[in-house]
């Protein structure tokens, strides 16, 4: 009887073969359009329901998730994921902005271990020097070539306080270290501000989460009643996030015109120009780095375009896709990409980043200590950032640490000062 079953299974598939190679340059869709793709993928799980003796409890459920999976998978695209019930609720999480675990977004590709895409800044992956592009072999005692993006995921989740152990790569060392992390509650402070030296003014973006742009409009305000004349943006180790939040934040430095472009697989090009209130054209620097993605590359790309402000720095992540989450009936989901943008004058920075106007290469073990900035007074901050550093690195590197300056943002201050003063000696 079994034999009879796989013989059947072997029929249906090499049929299906010789039809989905007939119509394999067709485009057409629905469900008619893939009935016979459906049928293979339902008599598999048949099979499998009826013949599987692994360990594994398995039901339909399980095996359509894994059909899914697959299929995603399928597009090697480390941007494109599918996600669990509980994944879509981490993921719901990030885009908020909490969530407990060790502040990394990480990607996986088929046979590769798991990269580490962009970190959230002060978060305890960040602070350990932990970077983008680092390989995670190991989590615990788990090879990440050997578990999906998901359970990756879990693994490097837990309850804020408890200890995780990683075994990372870095490339341009050429070798393996571990480090055992300990995992705190992830709420994002997504804008912080202060006023520097010289009437310039200082806005911090952590990331593009959901209204972010009222939070720095209220920042922007507070500068400008305080005197600003001119302004840093500092969008480092920003990982990106809501595009029409780039396109809210642009709009407060661009006049007119349009901020990006997205260029999807069938139809026009869709244009999105400049909304809302324009704060006038003070002297501007964005600050970038590597960590900066997606969002971060839309803001900066604008300012680049329009010629609007100086970019300082060192060059973008170079993530120029859009992605959108799907939700499904199991409240599973997934995300995929279904278009790439480009910048104002037609550029897509998909893998290659922007170079910013002034290259200016912080030091590898440089933890941005001047850049962890609160909206109360410094000086009561100072004893508790040097603690952490001194458990992150220990006291003797600390103590080194703490005497460095932020190169990128006393460049970035210089400059602005600088463009202050031309624009008087004008007038």
């Known amino acids: 009887m079994l034999k009879n079953k796989l ?11 010789i039809s989905t190679n007939i119509f394999a340059n067709e485009e057409k869709i629905g469900f008619m359009n893939n009935i016979k793709q459906l049928k293979e993928i339902s008599d598999v799980m048949d099979i499998i329901q009826e013949n599987f003796v692994g360990e594994k409890k398995i039901d339909k459920t399980i095996l359509m998730q894994g059909a899914l999976k697959g299929m995603i998978d399928s597009l090697e ?26 502040g990394m977004i990480i990607r996986k590709g088929a046979n590769e271990p798991v990269t580490v895409e962009l970190l959230i800044e002060g978060s305890p992956a960040f602070n350990a ?32 306080g408890t200890k995780v152990k990683l075994k990372l790569y870095r490339e341009s060392e050429k070798k393996e270290r571990e480090i055992t992390l300990i995992r705190a509650d992830i709420k994002l402070e997504n804008v912080r501000s202060k006023m520097l030296d010289g009437n310039v003014g200082y806005i911090k973006l952590t990331q593009f989460a959901e209204d972010v742009d009222l939070e720095v ?14 302004l840093i943006l500092d969008l480092r180790n920003n990982p990106g996030g809501i595009i029409g939040q780039a ?24 244009f999105s120009y400049r909304e809302g209130k324009y704060y006038g054209d003070f002297p501007l620097v964005i600050l970038i780095n590597e960590g900066s993605a997606s969002a971060s590359e839309i803001v900066s790309g604008a300012i680049r375009d329009y010629k609007r402000g100086l970019l300082i720095g060192e060059k973008s992540f170079g993530k120029g896709s859009v ?16 278009a790439k943008y480009y910048t104002p004058k037609g550029e897509n920075i998909h893998g290659k980043g922007i170079k910013p106007d002034i290259v200016v290469e912080e030091d590898e073990d440089y933890l941005f200590y001047d850049g962890f900035i609160t909206n109360v007074n410094d000086k009561d901050q100072e004893a508790s950032k040097e603690k952490l550093l001194t458990s992150v690195v220990g006291k003797e590197k600390a103590e080194k640490l703490i005497k460095k300056e932020d190169k990128q943002l006393k460049t970035a201050e210089a400059a602005v000062i600088s463009m202050i003063k031309e624009r008087k000696d004008k007038k």
Do not use: C, W
């Open 7 to 17: 013989k059947k299974l072997l029929i249906i598939i090499s049929i299906t073969s």
């Open 77 to 102: 695209d480390p941007h494109s994921n599918y996600f669990s019930k509980k994944g879509m609720e981490e993921l719901e999480g990030k885009i908020k902005g909490e969530y407990s675990g060790v």
């Open 129 to 160: 020097g932990i970077r983008p592009n680092d390989k995670i072999l190991y989590i615990e005692d788990k090879s990440t070539y050997d578990i999906e993006l998901e359970e990756a995921s879990r693994l490097l989740k837990g309850k804020s």
């Open 217 to 230: 409009k209220r920042e922007l305000e507070k500068l400008l009643s305080q005197g600003m004349e001119g």
């Open 247 to 270: 396109i809210k934040i642009s709009s407060m430095f661009i006049e007119e015109g349009v901020i990006v472009s997205e260029r999807p697989k069938k139809g026009k090009e869709i």
């Open 323 to 338: 992605q959108v989450v799907l939700p499904l009936p199991d409240e599973d989901g997934i995300k995929l990409t279904i």
